[in-house]
């Protein structure tokens, strides 16, 4: 092995204990209220939740929950994906069946093999994220449907069939048009006529 290997491997090998510190650090610094954060390949990130974004995380979780139970509904909650420093918390993240009860990672952290949905609400400081280095980590963990809702394009982005660190297929549906997830794991269709608009 040379250097630059020994390095990587051991960059990679200590991820989350890496990612722990970095929590831990942040923690104790005074984040504003309202603010979400999350680490996207070792970079930390802030971000306002508005109105707008918590109404339609909100209105996603309520159609989630006729099928899902609350628990296996997630919002906001850190979870480690692949690639370097990657602890997301997103917007909406439904666990598969018997997530619950499954062994979750030595910090504690929920594991993102039993991921099965992430939608995640762009913000404008960090839309570059969703639809960049997240959806790679996303695919990556072989999550089977990401949605991205988008307040300034007035549409959502639905990404499936995750394969070798991306989606093959992605469906573009605007504001107020149902989102069909019928025939992916999710088994719904969403609907979009109340996601406001920026």
């Known amino acids: 092995m040379t250097v630059l290997e020994d390095r990587i491997a051991m960059a990679e090998s200590d991820s989350?204990?890496?990612?722990?510190?970095?929590?831990?650090?942040?923690?104790?610094?005074?984040?504003?209220?309202?603010?979400?954060?999350?680490?996207?390949?070792?970079?930390?990130?802030?971000?306002?939740?508005?109105?707008?974004?918590?109404?339609?995380?909100?209105?996603?979780?309520e159609q989630l929950r006729p099928k899902?139970?609350?628990?296996?509904?997630?919002?906001?909650v850190r979870i480690d994906y692949?690639?370097?420093?990657?602890?997301?918390?997103t917007d909406v993240t439904v666990m598969a069946e018997g997530a619950e009860?499954?062994?979750?990672?030595?910090?504690?952290?929920?594991r993102h093999e039993d991921v099965e949905f992430v939608a995640e609400v762009i913000s404008k400081g960090t839309a570059a994220n969703d639809y960049g280095p997240k959806k790679?980590?996303?695919?990556?963990?072989?999550?089977?449907?990401?949605?991205?809702a988008d307040p300034y394009q007035?549409?959502?982005?639905?990404?499936?069939?995750?394969?070798?660190g991306d989606y093959e297929i992605e469906t573009t549906v605007p504001f107020g048009s149902d989102l069909d997830l019928g025939n992916t794991v999710v088994g719904l269709t969403l609907k979009t006529d109340e996601f406001p608009r920026d």
Request: hydrophobic share 35%.
């Open 16 to 61: 989350e204990s890496t990612l722990d510190e970095m929590f831990e650090r942040l923690e104790k610094m005074p984040v504003p209220e309202g603010y979400k954060v999350e680490i996207v390949e070792g970079t930390v990130y802030m971000s306002p939740q508005r109105d707008t974004h918590w109404e339609i995380i909100l209105d996603i979780v």
């Open 68 to 76: 899902y139970p609350r628990k296996r509904v997630k919002s906001d």
């Open 82 to 89: 692949p690639g370097h420093l990657n602890a997301f918390a």
């Open 101 to 110: 009860g499954a062994e979750k990672t030595e910090a504690g952290h929920w």
């Open 136 to 148: 790679t980590a996303y695919a990556t963990a072989e999550v089977p449907v990401y949605v991205i």
């Open 154 to 164: 007035r549409r959502c982005h639905i990404y499936t069939q995750p394969k070798e």
